[in-house]
């Protein structure tokens, strides 16, 4: 038997655990207000960056403490073959943008993208939709025949969906296509932000410590491909897609055409998904590790803006923020003596463990290169 402790999370299907409990509500209200505040009032751009991240580092989390264990999670071997595969789906859209024209691949992606943004929007508003609708409306629901679609899946495709789903789903697609119009900085960061969410709230990393080796792993990932080649910031700033969040820069805001800080979402969901299965731990343990792990993230990524201000160059945030969430964690465990038993934490079944040693299966979960592997980047641009 391993010594790693094995946990089963099969609380009931709680208010909480379906995102509608009072924190996940008060912070969701408060994303909503600094997203939308800016075309209202000037917002000093340095505090929105810092806000929007925390604010969606925060939503994610709680609304990732559900009733129900994953239904897979990335492995130890995933995250040390992670860097790796970033590495090259970002050297892939470089030579994209270097050898064809520039409008046609970033049609292509934007298409591509407008798709998933409907599913994450829909997904990350349906708790509010839900809300908003009579009780007999909310479990309403249309089940169509499932099929089969020879060379795509083998398994059955279920497009049954209940009312809320629906009314959501039609409100997001209009939302995507004024997108793909007018490529608002506003409909690009409400996208962002939904893929955030839900990326934090559903990617599993199966335990502590294969979260603390992806990010390490990740670290020296964005080191290399801020500092030591111009990949990155080439890939950021010709890739016209909801991968990065947009903020305008307060002394701009009338211009048409506005400079932007821009903040990779990688940036928000890589540490953001560690920072959640420790507030996953919290909850089975009743312990308070989150707060460390979300100060971290907070204070590395002000850290971050710092430094970029005072150099005027990209950064590598990841440099700052890994060993700020790393370090908090870790320090507050050795202080209240639970290292080992923090860093020994797993969400997975002793099935599921047996099963993948037995394998050898280390296949990446499907969506995660899509949701975070993309382009990490903080840049102001000039």
Not at 222 to 230: A, K, N
Request: with cysteine; charged share 15%.
């Amino acid at each position: 038997m391993s010594k790693t402790e094995v946990i089963n999370r099969s609380h009931p299907d709680t208010k909480e655990a379906r995102g509608g409990g009072a924190v996940a509500i008060v912070a969701q209200l408060a994303l909503f207000i600094i997203t939308i505040l800016p075309l209202i009032v000037p917002v000093p751009t340095n505090l929105n960056i810092v806000l929007t991240a925390s604010l969606c580092v925060l939503v994610g989390s709680v609304r990732s403490v559900k009733g129900t264990p994953p239904a897979e999670s990335m492995t130890k071997k995933d995250a040390l073959k992670f860097p790796l595969i970033g590495s090259a789906v970002l050297v892939g859209l470089f030579c994209l943008f270097k050898f064809l024209p520039k409008d046609l691949v970033n049609a292509v992606l934007t298409a591509y993208f407008v798709l998933l943004g409907t599913f994450a929007i829909t997904a990350a508003t349906l708790p509010f939709v839900e809300a908003l609708l009579p009780r007999k409306l909310r479990t309403k629901s249309f089940e169509v025949k499932k099929f089969t679609i020879s060379y795509l899946s083998k398994d059955p495709i279920d497009l049954s969906a209940t009312v809320p789903e629906l009314i959501g789903g039609l409100l997001s697609l209009a939302f995507c296509c004024w997108y793909y119009a007018k490529k608002h900085w506003l409909a690009n960061n409400v996208l962002g932000i939904c893929f955030s969410v839900e990326g934090i709230e559903h990617l599993s990393l199966g335990s502590i410590q294969t979260g603390a080796i992806l990010l390490s792993g990740l670290f020296f990932y964005d080191i290399f491909w801020v500092f030591c080649t111009p990949v990155m910031v080439t890939v950021a700033k010709s890739f016209d897609a909801p991968i990065k969040l947009l903020f305008p820069r307060v002394l701009d805001l009338a211009e048409a055409k506005a400079p932007f800080s821009m903040l990779g979402l990688g940036d928000i969901v890589i540490p953001g998904i560690f920072v959640a299965i420790v507030l996953r731990y919290d909850a089975k343990h009743r312990s308070k590790y989150f707060y460390s792990g979300f100060a971290g993230y907070v204070g590395g990524l002000a850290t971050t803006i710092i430094v970029m201000n005072v150099f005027e160059a990209a950064q590598p945030a990841l440099l700052y923020i890994v060993p700020a969430v790393l370090g908090a964690v870790s320090l507050h465990a050795l202080i209240q003596g639970e290292f080992k038993q923090v860093f020994n934490y797993s969400e997975e079944s002793q099935e599921q463990i047996d099963a993948k040693k037995a394998s050898g299966d280390s296949s990446l979960p499907q969506g995660i290169g899509e949701a975070v592997g993309l382009v990490s980047e903080s840049k102001k641009e000039t």
